[in-house]
């Protein structure tokens, strides 16, 4: 499906995943075997379809073409990390940016500042190198690291913006920050209570 917009750019794209994954399954092993505890639940990755990178160059006004999709818009390959607890995401971005070969493009912390309508994730954009072909070459991948909660909060906004003529859509809004901020706290109260756990 993809390959007619990405052409022969696939093959970059999904050995960007295939590269920060296994760094994910060396960081996830490497921490069972030394603490005992792996601070990734499950991971997903995804590349964006034509349809939503056609829509998101649009929105940044754009022109709608391959060399802007993977050099002005960051994430074409995607990879979400969903851990048990909050500080299991910043633990896991720590560990990432210990990679000196990996350079930070962007970073956003929507756990400490939550987006207006509730929604919380921590964004960081990564240029990866790759070896293809024999020559070095950088691509971008964006991964999203959040807690179970704010992964099941985040997926049912994202079904309410994608579906049209939702009646109620206010009600709903106000609903979903009201539930945003409720996952928020049990998020920490969860925290709380496994580091009370662990100390016993
Ligand atoms: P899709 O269809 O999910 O892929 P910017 O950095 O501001 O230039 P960008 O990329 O919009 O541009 O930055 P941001 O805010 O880091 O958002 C990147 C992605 O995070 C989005 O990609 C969404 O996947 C997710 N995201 C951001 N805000 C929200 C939100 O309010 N609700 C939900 N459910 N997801 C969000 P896309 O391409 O916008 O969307």
């Not at 505890?37 to 379809?49: A, H, L, W």
């Not at 912390?109 to 919380?120: C, F, L, W």
């Not at 009201?178 to 100390?199: F, H, V």
Request: glycine share 2%.
């Amino acid at each position: 499906m993809q390959t007619s917009f990405y052409k022969d750019e696939i093959i970059k794209l999904e050995a960007v995943i295939t590269e920060i994954t296994a760094r994910l399954n060396v960081i996830r092993k490497y921490e069972k075997i030394y603490n005992d505890r792996d601070p990734i639940e499950y991971i997903k990755t995804r590349i964006k379809s034509e349809e939503s990178m056609k829509e998101k160059l649009k929105r940044k006004n754009l022109e709608v073409n391959l060399e802007n999709a993977l050099s002005k818009v960051y994430d074409a390959a995607g990879i979400r990390i969903v851990c048990a607890y909050i500080d299991d995401v910043y633990a896991v971005v720590e560990k990432l940016k210990q990679y000196d070969d990996l350079i930070v493009i962007k970073e956003k912390d929507y756990i400490k500042d939550p987006k207006k309508n509730g929604y919380r994730s921590y964004h960081i954009i990564f240029s990866v190198p790759l070896s293809i072909a024999g020559i070095i070459q950088r691509v971008y991948v964006e991964i999203q690291i959040r807690t179970i909660a704010m992964d099941f909060w985040s997926s049912l906004e994202h079904e309410m913006k994608y579906k049209k003529n939702i009646k109620s859509q206010e009600i709903i809004v106000e609903e979903l920050k009201r539930c945003a901020n409720e996952i928020a706290t049990t998020d920490i109260n969860m925290m709380a209570i496994r580091n009370m756990i662990n100390k016993c």
